[in-house]
Structure formats: C-alpha cells, structure tokens
T-cell receptor, first 115, second 114 residues
Framework: GAVVSQHPSRVICKSGTSVKIECRSL??????MFWYRQFPKQSLMLMAT?????????EQGVEKDKFLINHASLTLSTLTVTSAHPEDSSFYIC???????????FGEGSRLTVL | AQKVTQAQTEISVVEKEDVTLDCVYE???????LFWYKQPPSGELVFLIR??????QNEISGRYSWNFQKSTSSFNFTITASQVVDSAVYFC???????????FGSGTKLNVKP
C-alpha cells in the first residue's frame, strides 16, 4: 500500500482562489519532503524542498509567494497554491524521505484544474 | 550538473514484442543512484528499480530487465513479451549520493497494442 498519501487527488477551483494540497507519510517520519510539478506530457520538475520546522527551499524560477509550503510536522507537508490561475493547472506530486530507511517514496499525485 | 536523457518520446509495439527504453545520464559524481519509474494514466509513480553506481550487474525481474553500463552512461530498460498493461509513461531518474533531489528524464510513452 501507499506509504505517502496526497490529498486531494483531484481538485477543481475557480481562478483567484487558493488551494491546499497535503502530503502525508503514513508509516514513517519524513524530515524532508519534496514537491514536483508535472505539466501534461512532460517530465517532473522539482519545485521545492520542504524541511520540517524550517523554511522551504525553492528551485530557481518558482515563486515562493505563489506556492506556499509548510512542513509543520514530521509526517505532513502542505503546498498551497495561492490565487490560482489557469496556468497553475498541473499535476503536483510530493515525495518524502524516510528518515529511518533513507528511502524516498512518492505520493499518488494531485491534479489541479483551475477554471 | 546532472542530466537524464530519454531520447525516445513515444514507442508503439504490438503485444508480445520486446521493447527497450533508453536512458542516458550525465553526472560528475562518482556515487549516485539510477531509477526507473512507471507512470500509468492514473498518474502515480510506480517504483521499478534502483541501482547504485557501484553495481553494474544487470538485473532481471520477471519480464523486466535492466542494462547498466557506466562506460556509456546508460541505464536501459527492456520489457520482454510486452503486454497491454505495460502501456504507460516510463521515467528514468538520477539521484546523487547524499542529496535527495531527483533528476528525471523527459519520459518515454510506451503504447502496447493488442
């Protein structure tokens, strides 16, 4: 079964609203989580690295005020797309590093559609 | 800098044919990991294999096999006797030791027709 869970798996929202996506590690503690974005028929691009208890590290070109990341606990990181616009429509995937085993696991992904 | 290249954008085969998906990587690090993931239409990434840079042994798992050659910086993936359920996008990825960032290739879409 999935060891990293994302919620919601699909979300449709109106332009201008904010959307929060959760990424949970189900049976391990994750000091580090990662958020990826995947446009249709394209590869996964790392957006940011989320560290528990500290600020996220964003990749070049990713707007930190647009994509708010919070990693408040060892099992949960959230990505909030603020004031979403149609160009933010994408597939967002998180991954989490198991602190104990050192392995990385991917979530099932969340498909965001902004109307 | 790290880079993964999957030159094949899309491949179509007929069921039961063998198919090889190519992956070429670039890195200056001596210790790294290579991965293959399958992404079905539902979107989730399904882990297939991980190899570390010191283990060049080829691996076979059922109908899947992987050919890792450091001399050519390639990590190719072969599916023998392909099935319709193998239809998906396949990603090759690189991660350098002690860093958690994945570098993904652009993916190869495999269409297996009955």
């Amino acid at each position: 079964g999935a060891v990293v869970s994302q919620h919601p798996s699909r979300v449709i929202c109106k332009s201008g609203t904010s959307v929060k996506i959760e990424c949970r590690s189900l049976d391990f503690q994750a000091t580090t989580m990662f958020w990826y974005r995947q446009f249709p028929k394209q590869s996964l691009m790392l957006m940011a690295t989320s560290n528990e208890g500290s600020k996220a590290t964003y990749e070049q070109g990713v707007e930190k005020d647009k994509f708010l990341i919070n990693h408040a606990s060892l099992t949960l990181s959230t990505l909030t797309v603020t004031s979403a616009h149609p160009e933010d429509s994408s597939f967002y995937i998180c991954s989490a590093r198991d602190r104990g085993r050192g392995e990385l696991f991917f979530g099932e992904g969340s498909r965001l559609t902004v109307l | 800098a790290q880079k993964v290249t999957q030159a094949q954008t899309e491949i179509s085969v007929v069921e039961k044919e063998d198919v090889t998906l190519d992956c070429v990587y670039e890195t200056r690090d001596t210790t790294y990991y290579l991965f293959w993931y399958k992404q079905p239409p539902s979107g989730e990434l399904v882990f297939l294999i991980r190899r570390n840079s010191f283990d060049e042994q080829n691996e076979i798992s059922g109908r899947y096999s992987w050919n890792f050659q450091k001399s050519t910086s390639s990590f190719n993936f072969t599916i023998t006797a392909s099935q319709v359920v193998d239809s998906a996008v396949y990603f090759c990825a690189l991660r350098v030791y002690n860093f958690n960032k994945f570098y993904f290739g652009s993916g190869t879409k495999l269409n297996v027709k009955p």
